[in-house]
């Protein structure tokens, strides 16, 4: 039996374990002069060190001393693209010295690029560069998160981005949760509706590699009626339905997604007024991406309008190559309060409980008894530093299933 005292931090900080909507959003419970107990994974006790030490000693935890940090969960991303090969780099630098996408896409840039890469990557070197990748993101307070397919666009590269991310969900700390997405864009040179009948054909091999389903609901890529179509067999095969939705055009996608029952919509940076109504009275997840915002220099999505409606948010980091090559939920965070209006505890909640609930896991996000050991701690003292000290990474001591990585 492992166990581990953290003891006497300045701060530990905890949202609330069942609330995924309203003002009890902004009220993490903020425990001070108290120590946290560990045995097995689990966080077994929370109270002061002198009642905690007897039963401590007894077991023989290892002693971590946690003066002048904080304390926080462990942060859940609920919305990624880990695995790929390749780089876009060329397409950013090409737009910073002033190309449109268009001149980019035309240049033989874009998603087409990152396509191209996967397929050729082999197995071992695709797991890889998402294994180093994901060290990053563990480094910076990530303890799970969740992995998406869809730069394969066939049934052979999308098994073998599905087969790398359930061995790398094995041979490291971090929980993976796998989405297939192969509804990610149609392969150029083939119709629409032949690749989707491809993408239904690939359910039964990819299901049992992934606790979801994705598509790119989207004018321009996949139609709100192909969505139900599709996610409603993917159910039929045990994968969840989830959707990016509404990232530059409200296409009809969230009223799709409510029909559906979907897990979560991602992006949202074009959201009606009567869709965040909608979503308020479901318990679909929001899943806002504020760094696809900045770097794509869209919208950001309206999270404080979806709060205030009574919407589940989430914040997540959507990190992939073409859009999102920033791995770190501390700087999307930071965005959440400086540029959608979120207050610091409600962004703390949406990359911890709120997420947990878009992943559908149980026990995972809080700081309280019987809670998963997932935590973080912080080199503040006040854990709202994390966010104000944008740009930096405040994690010093990463704690995952109750022990130390
Ligand atoms: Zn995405």
Redesign the pocket.
């Known amino acids: 039996m492992t166990s581990l005292l953290i003891s006497e931090p300045t701060q530990i900080v905890s949202p609330q374990p069942d609330v995924l909507r309203g003002p009890g959003l902004a009220a993490p419970t903020v425990r001070q002069g108290e120590s946290i107990l560990i045995e097995d994974g689990v966080i077994t006790a929370i109270a002061p060190l002198a009642e905690l030490a007897g039963r401590a000693g007894a077991i023989g935890a290892t002693v971590v001393d946690a003066a002048g940090r904080a304390v926080i969960p462990g942060l859940i991303d609920a919305?990624?693209?880990l695995v790929f090969a390749g780089n876009r780099v060329d397409d950013f630098a090409r737009r910073c010295a002033g190309a449109s996408y268009a001149e980019i896409a035309a240049g033989g840039g874009g998603i087409g690029l990152t396509v191209a890469a996967t397929r050729r990557a082999g197995r071992s070197e695709l797991k890889d560069l998402a294994r180093e990748r994901l060290e990053t993101a563990l480094r910076h307070g990530t303890t799970t998160m969740e992995v998406?397919s869809?730069y394969g666009l066939d049934l052979k590269t999308e098994m073998k981005m599905l087969e790398v991310i359930a061995e790398l969900n094995d041979e490291q700390p971090a929980d993976l949760v796998a989405t297939f997405?192969g509804a990610?864009a149609v392969p150029s040179g083939m119709a629409r509706a032949d690749y989707l009948r491809e993408v239904k054909g690939m359910l039964p091999d990819v299901a049992s590699l992934a606790r979801f389903c994705?598509i790119?609901c989207e004018t321009g890529y996949f139609t709100p009626a192909e969505a139900i179509d599709l996610l409603a067999i993917a159910r039929g095969h045990g994968l969840l339905p989830r959707m990016?939705a509404n990232q530059f055009t409200a296409c009809g996608c969230i009223a799709a997604a409510i029909e559906l029952g979907a897990v979560s919509v991602?992006?949202l940076e074009v959201l009606e007024f009567d869709e965040i109504a909608a979503l308020a009275a479901t318990d679909i997840a929001c899943v806002t991406?504020p760094g696809?915002s900045l770097f794509l220099e869209i919208p950001f999505a309206p999270a404080r309008a979806m709060i205030d409606a009574g919407c589940i948010p989430v914040i997540a980091s959507?990190f992939?190559p073409g859009?999102n090559p920033c791995q770190s939920l501390q700087l999307a965070q930071s965005l959440a309060c400086l540029r959608m209006g979120l207050a610091v505890g409600e962004a703390l909640t949406a990359v911890t409980v709120t997420a947990a609930h878009a992943l559908r896991l149980d026990k995972v996000g809080c700081l309280e008894p019987g809670w998963q050991a997932d935590l973080l701690l912080l080199d503040c003292p006040d854990y709202r530093e994390m966010l104000y000290k944008y740009g930096h990474n405040h994690v010093r001591t990463v704690i995952k299933k109750g022990r130390i990585v």
């Open positions: 919305h990624s693209h998406k869809g997405l990610h994705d790119f990016h991602d992006h991406l696809v959507d992939n859009s």
